[in-house]
């Protein structure tokens, strides 16, 4: 059972910063990609990004993929304390959304950004962007 534990979703200004967490087992950590993806209201579940077990990482490069390029965001992996991290950076109104953690075994890279080719979700963390 592959469980995924969400946290540090809130409330910023735009222009503010958050680093959202996402901790599981280390047997997960070693044996699948982590992934993070947003959900708007009324939207789809779209790609961020994501980091292999070997620590290629993937972005959403394009605005039709995440609310806005513009935002800054990055994926790290803290081995040590089996966390994947999301910093998002420059945030923007259009960057309100529950953001999921996500895992999937590896399998053919052009796939990561499909949220049907992931395999384990986690409950997800709200994060709101207004003044």
């Known amino acids: 059972q592959v469980q995924l534990v969400e946290s540090g979703g809130g409330l910023v200004q735009p222009g503010g910063s958050l680093r959202l967490s996402c901790a599981a087992s280390a047997h997960t950590f070693s044996t699948y990609t982590i992934g993070w993806f947003f959900q708007a209201p009324g939207k789809e579940r779209e790609f961020v990004a994501a980091?292999?077990?070997?620590?290629?990482?993937?972005?959403?490069?394009?605005?039709e993929d995440y609310a806005d390029s513009a935002t800054d965001r990055s994926i790290l992996r803290d081995k040590a304390k089996n966390t994947v991290y999301l910093q998002l950076d420059n945030l923007k109104p259009a960057d309100t959304a529950v953001y999921y953690c996500?895992?999937?075994?590896?399998?053919?890279?052009?796939?990561?950004?499909?949220?049907?080719?992931?395999?384990?979700w986690g409950q997800g963390t709200q994060v709101t962007v207004s003044s």
């Open positions: 980091i292999t077990v070997r620590g290629y990482t993937y972005y959403a490069d394009s605005v």
């Open positions: 996500a895992a999937r075994r590896p399998r053919n890279a052009k796939t990561i950004t499909d949220s049907n080719q992931w395999d384990y």
